[in-house]
């Protein structure tokens, strides 16, 4: 499978900002789909947004207008740009990847809290 590093969480103030990144160990345009999700204890994984081969996006409604996925091709690395954030944003954050089968990181925290 592909493995995959997310990196960027940490502890923000709501209003703040944070970029995510998903580090892949392959050449991602040999990736068929590309996503982050989020997560919070007892709930299921909430799906945020994907990215397609060719590098087309679609935004989950509940975070359009403030959460943004793009990709640098030459680092094999996706972007989420979380912009505006709120205490209802704190979760765990994963990407996934489709080639064959699914392959997941270990995910990395984002905390929103004054």
């Known amino acids: 499978q592909i493995q995959l590093v997310e990196s960027g969480g940490g502890e923000v103030q709501p209003g703040g900002s944070l970029r995510l990144s998903c580090a892949a160990s392959t050449n991602i345009l040999t990736i068929r789909s590309m996503g982050w999700y989020r997560q919070t204890p007892g709930n299921e994984r909430e799906l945020l947004g994907s990215m397609s081969l060719r590098g087309d996006t679609n935004v989950a409604a509940s975070v359009k207008g403030r959460f943004t996925i793009s990709r640098d091709v030459a680092k094999n690395t996706m972007y989420l740009q979380m912009n505006n954030l709120k205490p209802e944003d704190t979760a765990m954050y994963y990407c996934?990847?489709?080639?064959?089968?699914?392959?997941w990181g270990q995910g990395t925290r984002v905390t929103v809290s004054s």
């Open positions: 996934n990847a489709i080639k064959g089968w699914t392959s």
